[in-house]
């Protein structure tokens, strides 16, 4: 256990889950950044309890994410629910005031950090650090970042792919794109709505793509059932879609991901770019998980990709490891105040 003191607590603020680390115990909590609010601005439910309204409301609730493109779009509400995770993750009664480290995505302004900084230290911190997104997911990745040896760490969640190339313990050369999971998604419910005059949820989009999306064409196709509203007589509809269809609907999002990645090799030094072509690209992040994206990854580049171990944790891990060597990591965390 931690000592009562001074807890400690590692937190991956994502568009689509947030998780919380403890160090000793590992991770604590896993849920999506969702907020359920009625008209009057009271946040009604969090978390998991939230996302299972998301769609279904009526309309004096409002069930969306709090956070954009890695970053925060409503502060109020983000603070309530970093408010609520720092409460379940340290038990209500807790007397010490946590020092916590939040993952921020690498194209992050000053004031979009000092926003996450402010939103941890009102929901209930003692400290806040901010640290990048790509050096905490090399960190829990297990890279060794404070060699002098180049390292391509790729994070791909649901609001950014976040591209870094770290050596001697900092990002050389990075790209933050805002097009992720949820692109993918959004592309999904377009592609089915053209081709089937069908309208379907955020949630069935991503059901889709996590049970037979693709990023390259498969021999033998996985098909799946999906419901929604036929949009020309406006009444309920089941088809079915395959996996080959999901490619071809997702490829433009991956051609802008892929493309992410490449502008990054663009300015690596000729070095570091030897280096990664000996040891791969490390991709981490839940979308990195999508059925062959490494192997896109790799024809697109002609450098070999792989994905992370617990790729999903990868960004929480490194927070945990981080917060408990603070000293080692000084230099790539980004102070307090």
Known sequence: MLSRFSPKLGIDL????VLVYVPGQGIV???????????????????????????RTPESIRAYRPMKDGVIADYR?????????LQKAMGRFSIFKPDVMVSVPAGVTSTEKRAVVEAA????????????????????????????QGHMIVDIGGGTIDVAVISL???????SVKCAGNRIDAAIIDYIKKTRNLAIGEKTAEEVKIEIGSALPLEEELSMEIKGIDVLTGLPRTTEVRTNEIVKAIGKELREMVKAIKDVFQETPPELAADIIDDGIIMTGGTSQLRNFPELVK??????????????FCVVKGTGVALEHLSTYKKAVIAKR
């Open 121 to 148: 230290m009102k929901a209930g911190a003692k400290n806040a650090y901010v640290v990048k997104e790509p050096i905490l997911a090399a960190i829990g990745a297990g890279v060794p970042i404070y060699e002098p």
């Open 169 to 175: 313990g900092g990002i050389v050369a990075a790209n």
């Open 14 to 17: 994502g568009t689509t889950n």
């Open 77 to 85: 509400v983000t603070e309530a629910m970093l408010r609520y995770f």
């Open 299 to 312: 024809r697109r580049t002609g450098v070999k990709a792989q994905l992370a171990n617990q790729a999903l």
């Open 29 to 55: 909590l896993n849920e999506p950044s969702v907020v359920a609010v009625s008209n009057n601005s009271e946040v009604l439910a969090v978390g998991a309890e939230a996302k299972r309204m998301v769609g």
